[in-house]
């Protein structure tokens, strides 16, 4: 269990974190996600009820037990209890009202709430009693708030399980941050998956199962029973320190594919968006070359139908001269045997020549 989920809780951030370049979600994605993250939840709550949880690391009370009810006692009896407070005092004034008859509920009770407090490590409701909610949900814990009052053989192993506590809380808090924000309906638009991909960012940063596992190992192996209280802080701090480091190594490595990702990206679009135009314009070029093409044919065969008609035009003109000039040279001919045979009618004929030659004379007036 804490190999496999957080192996698949980390395959759905990487995924999450490439929806950058998707800018939304499908439904069904997002029941997918839904259904990985509150997995990992339950994964945290198994693990945090089986390592850190159940009041077993001070089992034997009697090593702190003074002369009647002493705070020390009381505080080794409420460490990392999960009751709720009123089942909590009974339990403590049962433990030693034998030692001291003159105890009572009510001092107890008051003493409890003096020396302990009740965190929650898990989802909280809002609407929840802090000190009388059960809720497995809820991960309640009771905690000395003066880690000197226990016993100074387990002050080291307490804050490492106290540090390792805040780590899950902090990883179930930011999960169900991500579970609140793809249970939005808007979470399939591209606002409401900014929104998801913004909460996946945080949830990146924060430890996973496996990485708290690795964080525990570490801290419990610096710690020894003699010098908890001086190692486990300085252990702890490098262990964190480490941890986060490397996490924000990886971060920074996904965050400069995802850049280089995206600026391929943005340089294809533009090669598309150039091949594009130039396509474009190459069309328009062709569209007006053939439209100049056409105007020139069109001009062509506009200029070859006037110079046909022209030369028709001649050609009906030189035909009409060459019948003139035959009826002249017939006229002329006739005029010469007519001027041999008699005068009288010659004259006559000499004047229908001149007439005809008149008239041809008009009718050669109208042409070029």
């Given at each position: 269990m804490g190999d496999s989920s957080p192996m698949v809780i980390d395959s759905v951030k990487k995924s999450v974190k490439r929806k950058r370049v998707e800018v939304s979600i499908s439904p069904e994605e997002r029941e997918v996600h839904i259904s990985v993250l509150r997995g990992?939840?339950?994964?945290?709550?198994?693990?945090?009820?089986?390592?850190?949880?159940?009041n077993d690391l001070i089992k034997n009370v009697d090593l702190v037990?003074?002369?009647?009810?002493?705070?020390?006692?009381?505080?080794?009896?409420?460490?990392?209890?999960?009751?709720?407070?009123?089942?909590?005092?009974?339990?403590?004034?049962?433990?030693?009202?034998?030692?001291?008859?003159?105890?009572?509920v009510a001092s107890v009770k008051s003493s409890v709430l003096l020396i302990g407090q009740r965190s929650f490590y898990g989802v909280q409701d809002l609407n929840a009693?802090?000190?009388?909610?059960?809720?497995?949900?809820?991960?309640?814990?009771?905690?000395?708030?003066?880690?000197?009052?226990?016993?100074?053989?387990?002050r080291g192993a307490?804050?490492?399980r106290r540090t390792c506590r805040k780590k899950i809380h902090e990883r179930i808090t930011a999960v169900s941050a991500v579970i609140t924000e793809l249970m939005k309906p808007e979470s399939i638009s591209t606002s409401g998956a900014q929104k998801v991909m913004k909460a996946s960012e945080r949830l990146s940063?924060?430890?996973n199962e496996a990485e708290i596992r690795s964080l525990v190992e570490k801290m419990e192996q610096k710690n020894g029973a003699e010098a908890a209280e001086k190692e486990v802080k300085r252990e702890e701090k490098i262990a964190v320190k480490q941890l986060e480091k490397n996490k924000r190594e990886a971060e920074k490595e996904k965050m400069r594919m995802e850049r280089e990702l995206l600026k391929e990206k943005l340089q294809n679009e533009k090669e598309q968006k150039r091949l594009q135009e130039e396509a474009e314009k190459e069309e328009k070029r062709r569209e007006i070359e053939m439209k100049k093409q056409l105007k020139k044919q069109q001009e062509e065969a506009e200029k070859e139908e006037k110079e046909q008609r022209r030369?028709?035009?001649?050609?009906?003109?030189?035909?009409?001269?060459?019948?003139?000039?035959?009826?002249?040279?017939?006229?002329?001919?006739?005029?010469?045997k007519s001027k041999?045979?008699?005068?009288?009618?010659?004259?006559?004929?000499?004047?229908?020549?001149?007439?005809?030659?008149?008239?041809?004379?008009?009718?050669?007036?109208?042409?070029?």
């Open positions: 990992e939840i339950d994964a945290l709550n198994k693990y945090y009820n089986e390592k850190f949880s159940g037990k003074g002369s009647g009810v002493s705070n020390a006692v009381i505080a080794c009896l409420l460490e990392e209890s999960r009751m709720s407070l009123s089942k909590l005092v009974e339990m403590v004034y049962d433990k030693v009202k034998e030692s001291d008859v003159s105890v009572t009693d802090v000190l009388e909610d059960e809720s497995p949900s809820c991960l309640w814990c009771w905690e000395t708030r003066d880690v000197k009052l226990l016993p100074k053989a387990v307490v804050k490492i940063k924060v430890l030369r028709e035009k001649e050609e009906a003109e030189q035909k009409k001269q060459l019948a003139l000039q035959k009826q002249a040279s017939v006229l002329e001919r006739f005029l010469k041999s045979s008699s005068p009288a009618q010659y004259e006559f004929c000499l004047d229908v020549t001149k007439t005809k030659d008149a008239s041809l004379s008009c009718q050669f007036a109208h042409y070029p």
